[in-house]
């Protein structure tokens, strides 16, 4: 069952069209059905009516064909679970991967600091050891069949987050952002408490509402950015983090935890009345 779940990951890693990997597995329960029927049910109806010339074994046969019948529907189920990410699986999906790169790009090692991939297929695309500093994933094809090693591209979270470019109302908090590319992402009511952007390019991302408590943003650009609402509770920012042009009416400086982060109570607004004039949310 284990290496028909293997092999059928693989089919599903490697074939160019999601339908082709259903057409495998569809095919092969229909032969074995076929088979089932055609094949071993003559010499049951033999031995039913005790025809002459019926062939012994035949129950045997039968029960044999269902098990593997079984067999077969549990291992598509397995590859299907594994690599629609099922952690208990985890490692069928991985070996599908890895021999789908095989014959896939690689990237293995390269600096793609600031590459554009915005809408392009990285099925079997190996990115192990690369650089990925705020390179752009936006709009991407089956980034999720691509071999990501030890880099940001395994968590699945992070990665529809760069495909997408959507985290409103999401919880992202004490997530390693690092050297994401997210402008012009909508981020409002996300939150973010000791999340990691570090390097990350957060260019007109609309943070609008978000919880930043506690979040570090060292090296991050976050020019043009929309923080109206936010709460900045103990945010990390350096002299090299990027503030130019930051849209802002008013923040919060406090943030009062709830049962959970969506119940959480935002506090002590600044200006306490009114908003920034332009320019003043840098300044403050």
């Known amino acids: 069952m284990i290496v028909e779940a293997i092999v059928l990951?693989?089919?599903?890693?490697?074939l160019?069209?999601?339908?082709?990997?259903?057409i495998v597995g569809i095919f092969g329960i229909v032969a074995t059905t076929v088979f089932v029927t055609n094949v071993t049910a003559p010499p049951i109806?033999?031995?039913a009516f005790n025809i002459e010339g019926a062939e012994p074994g035949a129950g045997a046969l039968i029960f044999a064909n269902i098990i593997m019948l079984t067999i077969m529907l549990?291992?598509?189920y397995i590859a299907w679970r594994a690599l629609k990410g099922d952690q208990k699986n985890r490692w069928i999906r991985s070996c599908a991967i890895a021999f789908a790169s095989i014959r896939g790009t690689s990237f293995q090692g390269a600096n793609l600091t600031n590459a554009n991939f915005t809408g392009t297929t990285l099925k079997s695309?190996?990115?192990r050891e690369a650089i990925l500093t705020r390179t752009n994933f936006k709009k991407t094809k089956k980034l999720d069949l691509a071999r990501a090693g030890t880099t940001y591209l395994q968590n699945s979270q992070v990665r529809q987050l760069l495909i997408t470019g959507e985290g409103q109302n999401k919880?992202?908090?004490?997530?390693?952002?690092r050297y994401l590319n997210l402008q012009g992402?909508?981020?409002?009511n996300a939150s973010f408490i000791d999340a990691d952007f570090y390097q990350a390019n957060l260019q007109g991302a609309n943070l609008s509402r978000a919880i930043l408590v506690n979040t570090k943003f060292d090296r991050a650009d976050l020019r043009s950015a929309n923080l109206t609402g936010s709460c900045i509770q103990n945010w990390d920012i350096t002299k090299t983090t990027k503030l130019d042009g930051i849209a802002c009416d008013y923040v919060y400086l406090e943030w009062v935890k709830e049962d959970n982060?969506?119940?959480g109570d935002k506090r002590d607004q600044m200006p306490p009345r009114g908003k920034f004039i332009e320019g003043g949310f840098v300044n403050f």
């Open 45 to 47: 109806a033999k031995d």
């Open 171 to 177: 919880n992202f908090d004490r997530l390693d952002l």
């Open 125 to 127: 695309t190996d990115f």
């Open 261 to 263: 982060w969506l119940n």
């Open 9 to 14: 990951a693989m089919n599903k890693a490697v």
């Open 16 to 22: 160019p069209d999601n339908n082709n990997g259903v």
């Open 185 to 188: 992402a909508k981020l409002e």
């Open 74 to 76: 549990l291992g598509a």
